[in-house]
């Protein structure tokens, strides 16, 4: 493991009873769309669009549909639950797990939208120093390291030589 790794979170709730005490405080209840959703959507940690989750929720679920109005508004739910959390890229509203989920920052890649998770000490020191010396309160942060991933660098590389012929 690297220094960079994410680590685990212990939680005493699955999202889904999370979101339903959360529905509860606001004098709502979980339809079948929604649970759908919610099973799909934390079956594994990715970062995805609406369009993504629209997608391919229809792809993999034979009988009862989830509708696009239910999918915007469960995932704005979700985001003030503390369920999901959202960051814009390139335009695009991006979602991924957030309870439950270690805190952890990105390297965005630009060309292929490849996201890669790191988590460093280093920084949160150094965001705390930098905060206590304006006497600043953290409560978040947000930090996206734009450029090429590896894959995305070789490949530019390798087109090189054959652009000179
Ligand atoms: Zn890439
Ligand atoms: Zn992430």
């Not at 990105?106 to 930098?130: A, G, M, P, T, Y």
């Not at 953290?138 to 530019?156: A, F, P, W, Y």
Request: net charge positive; with cysteine; charged share 30%.
């Amino acid at each position: 493991m690297s220094n960079y790794s994410l680590g685990t979170v212990e939680v005493s709730l699955t999202p889904m009873q999370r979101f339903e005490e959360f529905l509860q405080s606001k004098g709502k209840r979980i339809t079948q769309q929604r649970r759908i959703l919610i099973d799909h959507v934390f079956k594994r940690h990715e970062h995805f669009d609406a369009e993504d989750l629209i997608d391919e929720l229809s792809r993999t679920n034979s009988g009862q549909r989830v509708s696009r109005p239910t999918v915007y508004r469960t995932l704005r739910e979700l985001v003030d639950a503390g369920l999901l959390k959202q960051m814009e890229l390139g335009g695009r509203s991006v979602y991924e797990h957030d309870y439950g989920y270690p805190q952890h920052d990105h390297l965005h890649c630009q060309k292929c939208n490849k996201l890669i998770e790191f988590r460093s000490d280093e920084f949160l020191e150094l965001r705390q120093k930098v905060a206590g010396e304006h006497g600043f309160r953290v409560t978040g942060h947000r930090l996206i390291i734009s450029g090429l991933c590896q894959d995305c660098s070789k490949v530019r590389r390798r087109k090189r030589p054959q652009d000179l012929i």
